[in-house]
């Protein structure tokens, strides 16, 4: 069974950076387009970004552009995010999955909680 393991979320003040990480148990993760969603408080799960197979096409949401940056090393089975200049409205759990997200893949996700 495959599964997806989000990791690097925390408290961070409001400008600040953080650099999520998602490890995929699987080999054939290089053969997946990647994505990361986030689910904030009371509001239905989102989109952030995704990835192409190769790491060469990225998509963002509107909230995240020029802010956020998906990378991807599919030598490790990690997709990555790193975040900056970060909003109180970037408060969320934030989740990796395939793009389009698989409903067996979701995992617990990681907490991100930007304070002022």
């Known amino acids: 069974q495959v599964q997806l393991v989000e990791s690097g979320g925390g408290l961070v003040q409001a400008g600040g950076s953080l650099r999520l990480s998602c490890t995929a148990s699987?080999?054939?993760?290089?053969?997946?387009?990647m994505g990361w969603f986030r689910q904030p408080p009371g509001k239905e799960r989102e989109f952030v970004a995704s990835?192409?197979?190769?790491?060469?096409?990225?998509r963002y949401g509107d909230s995240v552009k020029g802010r956020f940056t998906i990378s991807r090393d599919n030598v490790k089975n990690t997709v990555y995010l790193q975040m900056n200049s970060l909003e109180l409205e970037d408060t969320a759990v934030y989740y990796c999955?395939?793009?389009?997200?698989?409903?067996?893949?979701w995992g617990q996700g990681t907490q991100v909680t930007v304070s002022s």
């Open positions: 999955n395939t793009y389009p997200p698989r409903v067996c893949f």
């Open positions: 699987s080999r054939t993760f290089s053969s997946w387009t």
């Open positions: 990835i192409s197979t190769g790491g060469s096409l990225t």
